[in-house]
């Protein structure tokens, strides 16, 4: 038994206020750490990630900075995140920074969130020569789109010099047609894209856009057929999540943890396997309720801002601590940030928690004026 | 395709997905300070993650295996302790504190395992007046590395998030001025009370519950004032009960709770009613059990607002207490409002029938229109 719950049933009736508010004290401090005890030498005591190649010259710097930015994704420990500023060192945000440096940058500000900085640090490196500038332009539109704005998106999709990366170019303008509405276009656009496509990878990524778009034409069937799909090409972790998510939504939980099986445990990861055993009344929802609690309280002490986790926390706080209320809040706090489909999604499910009828409203207007059409905001 | 066009397409694959979720947070070391008595030399904590010494120092994982076992952590640790020494300072007036970290102990946190290093200083310190912190560990490795820094002096405590650099922080002075919500004791407890009795004032339910639990005292009599003192009372230990139990996570907040408090107003406003006819249930024990059974339901939608508000770790005691204050206060207010209320009006004939006896029916009215609202009765 936890040692908490142990003191807990101790405690006598009449100082339960002054037992309750001490054992807490003790109980949260000891929840964050815990001291180990080692057996023997060889025990293992910690998994490291992949290490990064140190860069020797100037030129081994995009390797590594691209590889540490890559590692970052596939692990999603942000770790690798702050190492690869430290690789970018001097270079970052300074003049002398080439279009390639210069647009890791910006994946990386992208990456944590800080989607005005990466719009600057891409506007700035498109005015650097190079042969070719797709790749901001595709960051510039992945962020567009993020932030609802499909104007910009599109605008920024056009720009992509299509004869050298067409298939990107394509999948763009497609992603944002999706998102206002065309389903049919870019459902189309995609399957044609997929037909001609060898690449698994390539694969997976068009056939996981395939299923967003399904999802948002309310094709839930489609979806997951889809995402499974896309999966067995490539086991992505984004990937993995819409599709965990697009369980959930179906009330398939136990299927929703098997998706998640091999993802590395992500806060995102942990919230839906907290979520499916919920649904499921499994008793491991509270360990990792526990876990997750731990894990937002530690992350609260960075005092960083905290909008760039706020989706998390609104996930955490709806579907882990049941506060709708909380959920609603980072919900608002997060949609300033980032207003995909998800993001409205978790504002109205919340709002809809609390009965507030006319903040439900509100958001489904507001979502409706980025242009953003999606059958399950409803 | 060219080799430069390969690279792009490797990149773009993993700029395409629109927003990534990461694991936890980015990486942190924690140092604690503390200093028993005034004038006493300070003792030093700094706990390093094995992830973070293992970007510090290629040879930690000697085999390169990937996995550190504790021998491989024994061999690093002389050169790891002289690491820490030459990236941590302290100063203390003009005196600047070298520290001889020695191993103590690897610990387990939310973010995975790490070295507790421990260091005393010799030198007696007032560390009201200056103390100060130079902390480079990790500066040239991860741009996003932190130091979460806990100061315990004798009389106050705080913590503060640092980013490591090569300029002294001063410590008493985070002490003095707290940062953000990691304030001191001091600035936390205020800010709770604050919350607390914004909480409270922005709440109709919880006004007209406090209203029902006063309607019918005659505030004129000292033994009516006695009853009063324990009905809130009562109210007050039942809700401090479940918001603390709530704030702490031990209970969730149903989704009855919110009907539950629209029905305890037309409960209390219908037992006024039943008061006044039998004088029996004029008991105060019986008004006191039901605004602490009562009270148990409203703590658990006052914790929505506690859970809301980020609480800072290390002054959570003082968070819970702050806002308990907070909406002790807020109570306090609306009865006196209702007193002066009592005081205008109670000599009028009148007073027993329309304002304690309709006031009742219109408060189980309102009750039971906010029940039907929060069950979804209503549109």
């Known amino acids: 038994m936890h040692p908490c719950r142990f003191f807990l049933r101790r405690v006598n009736m009449k100082k339960i206020l002054l037992g309750i508010v001490f054992a807490s004290v003790g109980c949260w401090a000891q929840a964050q750490v815990k001291e180990l005890r080692i057996i023997s030498d060889d025990a293992v005591i910690e998994k490291l990630g992949a290490r990064i190649t140190k860069p020797k010259t100037a030129k081994d710097l995009i390797p590594a900075v691209r590889q540490a930015i890559s590692l970052a994704r596939q692990t999603a420990d942000p770790r690798y995140l702050g190492q690869a500023q430290a690789l970018i060192g001097s270079l970052w945000s300074s003049p002398q920074a080439s279009y390639e440096v210069a647009t890791l940058q910006a994946t990386i500000e992208q990456s944590r969130h800080e989607f005005a900085q990466a719009r600057k640090t891409l506007q700035s490196a498109l005015a650097r020569p190079s042969a070719s500038h797709a790749q901001a332009w595709l960051t510039l539109a992945t962020i567009e789109r993020v932030q609802g704005n499909y104007k910009q998106a599109e605008t920024a999709c056009k720009s992509i010099n299509a004869s050298e990366a067409q298939l990107y170019a394509q999948a763009c303008r497609l992603e944002t047609q999706s998102m206002q509405g065309q389903w049919n276009e870019a459902r189309d656009g995609f399957t044609a894209l997929l037909r001609a496509e060898r690449l698994p990878a390539n694969q997976a990524w068009l056939l996981s856009l395939l299923a967003e778009n399904e999802e948002r034409a309310g094709k839930s069937d489609a979806a997951l057929k889809h995402y499974a799909l896309s999966l067995s090409f490539d086991n992505d972790g984004y990937t993995a999540l819409a599709y965990a998510d697009a369980l959930l939504r179906q009330k398939q939980a136990a299927a929703a943890i098997k998706a998640l ?71 608002q706090t997060n949609l300033k940030l980032q207003r995909e489909g998800i993001d409205w999604l978790i504002a109205i499910q919340s709002a809809e928690q609390l009965d507030a009828k006319a903040e439900k409203t509100k958001l489904l207007q507001a979502a409706a004026q980025t242009g953003l059409k999606d059958e399950r905001l409803k | 395709m060219n080799f430069a066009f390969r690279q792009l397409l490797v990149s773009l694959l993993a700029l395409l997905f629109s927003s990534i979720a990461w694991a936890h947070k980015a990486s942190d070391a924690y140092v604690l300070l503390t200093q028993s008595a005034p004038q006493a030399p300070v003792q030093a904590q700094l706990a390093i993650a094995l992830k973070d010494l293992d970007r510090a120092f290629d040879t930690l994982d000697a085999n390169n295996d990937r996995a550190l076992n504790f021998a491989e952590i024994k061999a690093a640790l002389p050169e790891i302790e002289r690491w820490a020494g030459q990236g941590m300072t302290l100063r203390c007036g003009a005196n600047t504190l070298s520290l001889n970290w020695r191993y103590e102990a690897l610990e387990q946190r939310s973010d995975g395992v790490f070295v507790r290093l421990t260091a005393s200083t010799n030198t007696p310190c007032d560390t009201r007046n200056s103390m100060s912190l130079r902390y480079t560990l990790m500066q040239e490795i991860d741009a996003d590395h932190r130091v979460i820094v806990s100061f315990k002096w004798q009389s106050s405590q705080a913590s503060s998030a640092i ?129 602490a059974s009562f009270g148990l339901v409203h703590g658990l939608g006052f914790s929505g607002a506690m859970t809301e508000a980020q609480l800072p770790e290390g002054a959570l005691l003082w968070a819970l207490a702050g806002f308990n204050i907070g909406v002790e206060i807020g109570q306090l207010l609306i009865i006196a409002v209702w007193s002066i209320v009592y005081w205008a009006l109670h000599r009028w004939n009148g007073y027993q029938s329309w304002i304690v006896q309709g006031g009742s029916v219109a408060l189980i009215l309102l009750a039971l229109y906010w029940f039907s609202q929060r069950i979804g009765w209503l549109a």
């Open chain 1, 261 to 331: 099986q091999s993802q590395p445990s992500s806060d995102a990861v942990l919230i839906r396997r907290a979520q499916a055993y919920k649904m499921l009344g499994d008793p491991q929802f509270q360990s990792l309720a526990d876990e997750l609690n731990a894990r937002f309280a530690a992350a609260a002490l960075r005092q960083d801002s905290n909008a760039g986790h706020a989706r998390e926390q609104a996930l955490h706080a709806l579907y882990v601590q049941g506060n709708a209320k909380a959920a609603l809040d980072f919900a």
């Open chain 2, 163 to 291: 980013k490591p650099s090569d300029a002294w922080q001063d410590l008493a002075d985070q002490t003095k001025q707290g940062t953000g919500s990691k304030g001191s004791a001091l600035s936390t407890l205020a800010s709770f009370i604050k919350l607390g009795i914004e909480h409270i004032g922005s709440g109709a339910d919880h006004i007209a519950f406090i209203i029902c639990l006063v309607l019918s005292l005659a505030l004129t009599l000292a033994r009516e004032w006695k009853a009063l003192l324990i009905t809130i009372t009562a109210f007050t230990l039942g809700h401090s009960i479940t918001l603390i139990s709530a704030t702490l996570g031990w209970v969730g907040s149903p989704r009855w709770v919110e009907p539950v408090i629209a029905l305890s107003i037309a409960v209390s406003a219908a037992f006024n009613l039943v008061k006044q006819r039998f004088t029996k249930f004029q008991s105060p024990a019986i008004s006191a059990a039901i605004a």
